[in-house]
């Protein structure tokens, strides 16, 4: 084993650790009890005092003693939950993170497949000027989202295959892909971050990254689902495969 395989390796394995101790936080991705959809009529939402309205790009919440006022993104602890308040394409939803939501506390830790340097794939993106282009993703709830798409060439053994990749405001890009294996040895499609291409569009994809979605925890996000470019005909044996939970 070469010093650089050595490193390669102990990243990998405290990525695995990290991403199982975001999971399983008391107000990490598995906490997540509900994503309430407002306008400007106030309403109950149950389990919540008071009633909550969306007004002027912000959630309002009242109750006796209690004036809750947040804007996207801003986080309210109320006892030992956390309230944050999420924004889509104008509208503004509240989510709510419960410590002792059952799909928290049952979950034990992500199951992933061992380390594979073959899924270590070289390959380019096409960054040229007026290469991208507009990409629509259907979510799990039915909405379209509108992305900037990136075309991402990977060989898969000794294929090409052209992925539609979103790509993000720092540069990176994100595959929404699923495989023959989801299912099976995988619970649900996945998702793969790609460091920023280099200035020749030159990308390195480690699939062993490849993660579950967050709507793989709970039923309360929002995922987008993998286009039809990114449906591989192939199994995918790297990466997370699936949610341990306590027997």
């Known amino acids: 084993m070469t010093a650089t395989t050595d490193t390669w390796l102990a990243d990998l394995e405290d990525w695995h650790h990290r991403r199982t101790a975001q999971a399983t936080a008391d107000h990490g991705i598995a906490a997540l009890t509900g994503t309430h959809w407002l306008d400007a009529t106030p309403e109950p939402i149950d389990g919540l005092p008071g009633s909550w309205s969306a007004v002027d790009g912000r959630i309002l919440g009242t109750a006796a003693g ?3 006022d947040l804007s996207p993104g ?7 939950r956390v309230l ?3 924004a889509r394409a104008g509208r503004l939803a509240l989510r709510i993170f419960d410590p002792a939501a059952p799909t928290r506390t049952t979950l034990e830790r992500i199951e992933s497949f061992g380390p594979d340097p073959a899924w270590v794939l070289t390959g380019t993106a096409e960054i040229a000027e007026n290469a991208t282009h507009a990409l629509k993703l259907e979510h799990v709830d039915g909405f379209v989202s509108d992305n900037t798409g990136v075309r991402v060439h990977l060989p898969i053994a ?6 539609e990749a979103a790509a993000a405001a720092d540069g990176t890009l994100q595959i929404t892909f699923s495989d023959t294996t989801v299912g099976g040895e995988t619970q649900n499609f996945r998702f793969l971050t790609i ?6 569009g030159r990308v390195v994809a480690d699939f062993n990254r490849a993660y579950l979605p967050p709507c793989t925890f709970t039923d309360h996000y929002l995922c987008p689902l993998p286009p039809a470019e990114n449906r591989l005909d192939l199994p995918v044996r790297a990466g997370e495969a699936r949610l341990r939970r306590v027997r």
């Open 66 to 68: 209690l004036h809750v």
């Open 74 to 80: 801003d986080r309210y602890e109320l006892g030992e």
């Open 84 to 86: 944050v308040a999420l």
């Open 158 to 163: 000794g294929v090409e295959h052209v992925f």
């Open 195 to 200: 460091p920023a291409p280099d200035a020749e």
